[in-house]
């Protein structure tokens, strides 16, 4: 039998382990009446956003991977197989596409997965992106751990944790099962998809009209009047004529116009607070939502710099950390290693710049023109005759 068959075999699945037990968010009922699974919770726009926000921005950030000179210096390594791998990681997607994939598979289930294919030299050739709620994890006597899979045929699959790209969001001590955000935060969006469903039922049941037309007491309607006057209100119950104006071809009749109620009013504070709320657990601006209440002209380059150092920087560094320590071996990972490029999304505005480069070619430069050449993604000089 060979060794890794071995590693794979049977060990019994203990009730108090914390892997087994954290097994990613299988939804549940919340106290405001609504299922909250991942599948729900991204049906909310505000989540939808903010997933997006992050797994966009990542994926669509240059990952380069980098040797590690004796000198201190580096340099690009494209020819290197890490490299080749994280550009194409396998014959149906791009590189961004997993990215994307992964990191959205995290915020949503607490945990993204790959499985890992290799040549006869043990480097990584392709990454499969694998459901996270078709995976367990489980801890063996020897204290590795072993991933359970059931592939699209319903067959079981055994994986050995070096066999795995596992990205995690926060653990609870003692296991490597991240937490999802969905499920910690499942009362919150469980509100945010009751009011949901509270506005679209109110708007299905019959729209209210934007005035009204009441008699003025000086005449008694009759039977035939009243049944006009109600055939004129049900044709209100379709959502096509809400904000339209009621005309009834009955004498003595004044118009009133009907202005939002106080219910409307705190239904749409609430609807806007769901919205901080998501924010909140994402961290992410509500500008980026598309939430602009607070925003202005002064502080969106502000915001979007906070957007870099506190929502995203996370995400970034688990995915450098992942590859480094999941990817390449003890000795690789102490010549190479991958790093986004994160200075388009810094970049401040023409003029700034041309006053950094002022600064660093200036009195005691510590650039040179083709440096500068190169950050703006210019080509070097030519070389002079």
Not at 59 to 85: F, I, K, Q
Not at 122 to 149: C, F, N, Q, W
Request: charged share 25%.
């Amino acid at each position: 039998m060979k060794i890794l068959d071995m590693l794979r075999g049977r060990t019994e699945r203990r009730a108090e382990d914390p892997s087994w037990n954290a097994l990613v968010n299988g939804g549940n009922n919340t106290t405001a009446g609504s299922y909250v699974d991942a599948k729900s919770a991204e049906s909310i726009s505000a989540v939808f956003a903010c997933v997006q926000a992050l797994s966009e921005s990542t994926a669509c950030l240059p990952l380069h991977t980098y040797r590690r000179n004796e000198d201190g210096s580096r340099e690009r390594a494209d020819g290197h197989w890490l490299s080749r791998v994280l550009e194409r990681p396998n014959d149906y997607q791009s590189g961004m596409e997993l990215r994307e994939c992964m990191t959205a598979s995290v915020l949503l289930n607490g945990n993204g997965y790959a499985r890992k294919e290799f040549n006869g030299a043990g480097e990584v050739t392709a990454l499969h992106p694998m459901h996270p709620g078709r995976m367990s994890i489980v801890k063996l006597d020897s204290g590795r751990y072993r991933y359970d899979y059931t592939d699209d045929q319903g067959r079981p699959v055994r994986l050995l944790a070096d066999e795995v790209l596992h990205l995690r969001d926060r653990t609870e001590p003692g296991s490597i099962v991240g937490k999802s955000r969905v499920t910690i935060a499942r009362e919150s969006l469980g509100l945010a998809l009751s009011l949901r469903t509270h506005g679209a039922a109110s708007f299905g049941r019959g729209a209210r009209p934007a005035s009204v037309l009441y008699n003025d007491g000086k005449q008694d309607l009759n039977s035939e009047q009243l049944t006009a006057i109600r055939g004129v209100m049900d044709s209100y119950s379709s959502p096509a004529n809400a904000g339209k104006t009621l005309v009834m071809g009955v004498r003595g009749l004044k118009l009133e116009n009907i202005g939002l109620s106080n219910e409307d009013a705190q239904w749409l504070e609430a609807m806007n607070f769901s919205v901080t709320e998501v924010c909140r657990m994402f961290r992410v601006p509500p500008i980026l939502v598309q939430t602009l209440e607070q925003a202005s002209y002064n502080n969106v380059e502000s915001l979007g710099e906070q957007f870099v150092k506190f929502s995203l920087t996370r995400w970034l560094n688990l995915w450098e950390s992942a590859i480094s320590h999941q990817m390449l071996g003890p000795i690789a990972r102490q010549r190479f290693y991958a790093e986004h490029a994160v200075d388009a999304l810094l970049r401040g505005t023409a003029g700034e710049r041309a006053e950094f480069y002022a600064k660093a070619l200036n009195n005691e430069p510590w650039m040179d023109v083709d440096e500068v050449r190169r950050l703006e993604n210019l080509p070097p000089r030519p070389n002079a005759s």
